[in-house]
């Protein structure tokens, strides 16, 4: 499994930016499917998730400013992030739980990570 993101970038406080990542490979079935993010000198952190079912869950800091979609049928999830803020500022991960029927478990899945910057 693959999960391919892009997006990211520099912008100014108060602009905008959208994430998109999109899951490939043999598979797949995909639970849970999302964004993290992980600030210099921090843990990774969750921005929003999307479940199997559509339940959207955010990070407090984000609610209100940014928004996550997902496209099932292509199994790519988008964040739509508004109102930037130099706080907003890390490296933001993709996440996908796909379900392995073999072995009846879920496998944790990340991408290699966008970097977006927000100068002040």
């Known amino acids: 499994v693959q999960l391919q993101a892009s997006g990211g970038g520099l912008v100014q406080t108060g602009g905008s930016l959208r994430l998109s990542c999109a899951a490939s490979g043999n598979m797949l079935t995909i639970n849970d499917m999302g964004w993290y993010r992980q600030a210099p000198g921090k843990q990774r952190d969750l921005v929003a998730i999307v479940s199997s079912g559509g339940n959207i869950n955010y990070a407090a800091s984000v609610k209100g400013l940014f928004t996550i979609s997902r496209d099932f049928a292509k199994n790519t999830v988008y964040l739509q992030m508004n109102s930037l803020k130099p706080e907003d500022t890390g490296v933001y991960y993709c996440?996908?739980?796909?379900?392995?029927?073999?072995?009846?478990?879920?496998?944790?899945?990340w991408g290699e990570g966008t970097q977006v910057t927000v100068s002040s």
């Open positions: 996440y996908a739980s796909v379900f392995r029927a073999a072995t009846l478990t879920y496998e944790d899945y």
